[in-house]
């Protein structure tokens, strides 16, 4: 996964600042029940970690993105989550083994490689306690034609502006997003960033499929009004 560098997460952050209200009532609903603590592995700048530790869930955080992870520290140091710079395929907290996971807004899907997709589930269930409740968001295949986006989000005298291409190979289901962020300040750019995104697409039976393959049990899909989520029990 190529991306997620300073003026993404800066951008990320004030074009995305809260979890749309129907995925995080849902994800809450589901997690509240948890007894022990619950992870997100794949937590960006925290936009449903911090307000479901706010409801009261135990949780804790892992994303590869240090520029991410600065965004969330800010959100949640004072509520007793812990986080780790790591990428899900390499997860290793430790011997930590929690009692819930979830993966919301379809970030799984960014492991497009079949392999990096494997290793990754195979780690994550290597740090959940028997039983655990895993619930993962994932995007179904589409078709569309290749689509271009521009947009510009201002804070405190800057402007950063996104231009973006996405195509869509309805072979492999992988979308692959170019980015390019621009910083300006007093109308000059003083900085950009390139970013190449893929994002792999799943069936409701190919997700099911995938997490069979790694030993996971129990697996389900499921269509709330916001997406397509799978449900699974994790552990040893």
């Known amino acids: 996964m190529e991306g997620y560098g300073d003026l993404c997460s800066q951008f990320y952050d004030l074009d995305k600042p809260r979890a749309p209200v129907l995925a995080l009532a849902w994800f ?3 997690l509240a029940g948890i007894k022990g603590r619950v992870l997100e592995p794949m937590c960006g700048s925290g936009r449903f970690l911090a307000p479901l530790a706010e409801r009261g869930i135990a949780i804790d955080g892992v994303d ?15 509520r007793g989550v812990q986080l780790w710079q790591q990428s899900l395929e390499e997860l290793d907290l430790g011997g930590r ?23 990754a589930l195979e780690r994550l269930r290597a740090h959940l306690e028997s039983g655990a409740l895993v619930l993962i968001e994932f995007e179904p295949p589409y078709d569309v034609a290749p689509s ?3 947009r510009t989000v201002t804070a405190g005298g800057r402007q950063i502006r996104l231009a973006g291409h ?5 072979a492999t289901q ?6 390019r962020y621009e910083l300006k300040q007093s109308g000059k750019v003083v900085q950009t960033e390139d970013e190449v995104l893929h994002l792999r697409c799943y069936t409701p039976e190919q997700m099911v499929a995938e997490l069979t393959a790694a030993g996971f049990t129990n697996v389900t899909t499921e269509h709330p009004e916001f997406g397509w989520v799978a449900k699974a029990t994790g552990g040893p």
């Open 97 to 119: 083994r929690y009692a819930g996971a979830f993966i919301p807004a379809s970030s799984f899907c960014l492991l497009h490689e079949p392999a990096v997709a494997a290793k």
């Open 166 to 170: 996405s195509e869509y190979d309805a």
């Open 28 to 30: 809450h609903r589901e």
């Open 148 to 150: 271009d986006v521009t």
């Open 174 to 179: 992988i979308e692959t997003m170019t980015n």
């Open 64 to 78: 590869p993105s240090a520029s991410m992870l600065d965004a969330c520290r800010k959100r949640v140091a004072w």
